[in-house]
């Protein structure tokens, strides 16, 4: 039998559980699930949709790309419907490259699942948008 790598005592397991509702959710399963949005918790990473809604260029040899996205929940069905809209003319934190062709969300359909989070201000960032360096431009 394996033995478990933590050790309690009585003390530390008041420490611990200080409430049924405290037991409540030590019992409950882990989620394996993507994370909802939280603006109560700076930094966490959670999954969003986005679509295309600006920007002139996907980028080339020379030219980064600079498109920008609508944000919303990951409950949402399309660009306007359903979910939080969570922001406008979004430009993602991060970019796999500085220049290079990519291929962008569309501007339509149920949206692609990009990333983002709260900053220490409460003001949502998006951090990806699942733009995808052209591997045919290469």
Request: charge should be negative; glycine fraction near 10%; hydrophobic fraction near 30%.
């Amino acid at each position: 039998m394996a033995e478990t790598p933590y050790t309690f005592d009585e003390r530390s397991i008041g420490r611990v559980i200080q409430s049924t509702r405290d037991v409540e959710r030590l019992l409950r399963p882990k989620s394996r699930g993507l994370r909802q949005h939280r603006p109560d918790t700076p930094y966490a990473m959670f999954a969003v949709r986005v679509w295309r809604d600006g920007g002139t260029t996907d980028g080339d040899a020379s030219t980064q790309c600079d498109r920008t996205y609508t944000v919303r929940t990951l409950d949402a069905t399309a660009v306007d419907e359903g979910g939080v809209l969570l922001g406008e003319d979004m430009t993602p934190v991060f970019r796999p490259s500085d220049v290079g062709k990519y291929v962008t969300p569309s501007t339509s359909g149920d949206g692609e699942i990009g990333q983002g989070y709260y900053d220490e201000d409460g003001e949502f960032q998006l951090f990806m948008a699942h733009e995808q360096l052209d591997a045919s431009e290469c």
